[in-house]
Nanobody, 128 residues
Framework: QVQLVESGGGLVQPGVSLRLSCVASGVTLDYYAIGWLRQAPGKEREGISCISMTDGSTYYADSVKGRFTISTDNRKKTISLQMNSLKPEDTAVYYC?????????????????????WGQGTQVTVSS
C-alpha cells in the first residue's frame, strides 16, 4: 500500500518561499493523481493543488494559483509543492494524499473527502 511522508514545513516571514516534499513508497505512482491539501486552524481541510501522474497535468485552487507550483521528479517518487510569496493566510498543516481518481481533471480535487491515503502532515506558519 502507498505510504506518504511530507517534509519541509516551518516558520517563515510573509513574502518568502518554502518547498514542501512528499515522498511516496509502497507502490508505483504512474497511474495516480496526488494532491496537496491544507487545514488552517478552525477551518476545513481543502485541496489546493493536484498533479496527475499519467500526463503531468496540474490544478490549483484560486487562493494559491500563480504562487504555488506542484511538480514530481522523474521517478515519480517525490511530489513537491513550491510555495512562493507566502502570506499569513497560508498558515496551515499541509498534507499530501492520493486522489480517488487517476486524473485530477475528474473535478473534485479540492474536496478532502475524495482523497484516500494521507501523509502525516507538515506545519507551515507564516508570521512576522
Amino acid at each position: 500500500q502507498v505510504q506518504l511522508v511530507e517534509s519541509g514545513g516551518g516558520l517563515v516571514q510573509p513574502g518568502v518561499s518554502l518547498r514542501l516534499s512528499c515522498v511516496a513508497s509502497g507502490v508505483t505512482l504512474d497511474y495516480y493523481a496526488i494532491g496537496w491539501l491544507r487545514q488552517a486552524p478552525g477551518k476545513e481541510r481543502e485541496g489546493i493543488s493536484c498533479i496527475s501522474m499519467t500526463d503531468g497535468s496540474t490544478y490549483y485552487a484560486d487562493s494559491v494559483k500563480g504562487r504555488f507550483t506542484i511538480s514530481t521528479d522523474n521517478r515519480k517518487k517525490t511530489i513537491s509543492l513550491q510555495m512562493n510569496s507566502l502570506k499569513p493566510e497560508d498558515t496551515a498543516v499541509y498534507y499530501c494524499a492520493t486522489y480517488r481518481f487517476s486524473h485530477c481533471g475528474s473535478g473534485t480535487y479540492y474536496r478532502s473527502s475524495d482523497y484516500l491515503r494521507w501523509g502525516q502532515g507538515t506545519q507551515v506558519t507564516v508570521s512576522s
